[in-house]
């Protein structure tokens, strides 16, 4: 008798399954809908961009943010006061950064001089979007967990000759000076507010406020600065993020009316840092090894020009840092290439 109902039962919890299923509404990535699709952005900075070729030297990631989906209850309230999550999205990455001194020529570790590294990693995001509690401003918030390997593991030895001999550039003598294997991680967090002047126009501008800290033997800082844009069509984002940055681009739509639509913009962006432990500067936690006096306070800007496409965007950015550590000479200049496609 069992036996005979057992197909019965599970034909009923079947067909109540698939009911339900079909009632569960499911998300909506058209451009009227405002919610995010999937989206995939590789990023390529050098400091050849900006015609110097010495400390952060090169730079490339990869990065996929899945679609936008409702905030499950547990997520919903996991945020610092005053500010109510309205989408959430998952991302991951893996990317690669080079760092060398300014004097290349030199086959000895130079004592006021930046140490040759290399930082080879992958991360997860957990990316947040919402309104603040008070005015209704847009706000993004970014925690990302990033590990990976610091030395001779992280390939930047191998990497950047390659690049030198296709680019017809000499090779850099003190390789064998790089700091040594040692595994890295940085937890960051970030919260974006996006303030607009109210009413929907085809010319606009935007300023996007943002506060962040970076804890880690890769980087240890807190940052606060702000983009300021102004252009046709402002895309629903929070404007494009460099490698280094501690929040992710989120590749919003051009115009926000409902149609897919390009559009293109040109921004500024100060950020001032509180550094209290940067792998690169400081050397090694555990061995001895290069390092230099790191300075505790750097400031970046950083400008440059947007295009926004239905499928695509295309961004270009300079960024200026001040001296990060005792004995450096002039400030450091890089460029950076991001192409994003939103699947």
């Not at 440059?304 to 450091?332: I, N, P």
């Amino acid at each position: 008798m069992r036996d005979r109902w057992t197909p019965l039962v599970i034909w009923a919890c079947l067909s109540c399954g698939m009911s339900a299923a079909a009632d569960v509404p499911r998300p909506d990535f058209s451009p009227a809908s405002g919610a995010h699709g999937p989206a995939l952005e590789v990023t390529e900075e050098n400091d050849w961009f900006a015609g110097t070729d010495r400390h952060y030297t090169q730079g490339l990631r990869a990065l996929y943010l899945g679609a936008e989906s409702g905030v499950p209850c547990g997520l919903r309230d996991f945020a610092v006061l005053g500010f109510r999550a309205e989408t959430w999205r998952w991302g991951v990455e893996v990317g690669q950064q080079i760092f060398t001194p300014e004097n290349l020529k030199a086959k000895l570790p130079q004592a006021y001089d930046r140490p040759y590294a290399g930082w080879l990693y992958a991360g997860l995001a957990l990316q947040r979007r919402g309104v603040t509690s008070g005015a209704g401003l847009p706000v993004l918030e970014n925690v990302q967990l990033q590990v990976g390997i610091v030395g001779p593991a992280a390939l930047a030895k191998e990497e950047q000759n390659a690049a030198h001999f296709l680019g017809g550039f000499g090779r850099a003598a003190g390789w064998r000076n790089q700091l040594g294997n040692e595994p890295g991680c940085a937890l960051k967090y970030q919260r974006m507010w996006r303030l607009s002047p109210e009413g929907r126009r085809d010319w606009g501008a935007e300023l996007l406020p943002h506060a962040g800290a970076s804890l880690g033997n890769v980087d240890t800082s807190a940052r606060l600065g702000g983009t300021f844009r102004v252009g046709w069509r402002l895309p629903d984002d929070f404007g494009v993020q460099t490698i280094d940055a501690l929040g992710l681009a989120a590749g919003g739509r051009a115009g926000r009316a409902g149609q897919r639509r390009w559009g293109g913009y040109v921004f500024v962006r100060p950020e001032a840092r509180v550094v209290g432990y940067n792998e690169f500067l400081d050397g090694s936690l555990v061995r001895d090894g290069p390092c230099v006096g790191r300075r505790p306070f750097v400031g970046d800007i950083q400008g440059g020009v947007v295009l926004v496409l239905a499928r695509l965007d295309l961004a270009f950015t300079v960024g200026y840092r001040s001296a990060e550590f005792y004995g450096q000479h002039c400030e450091d200049a890089y460029g950076s290439i991001a192409v994003s496609l939103k699947l």
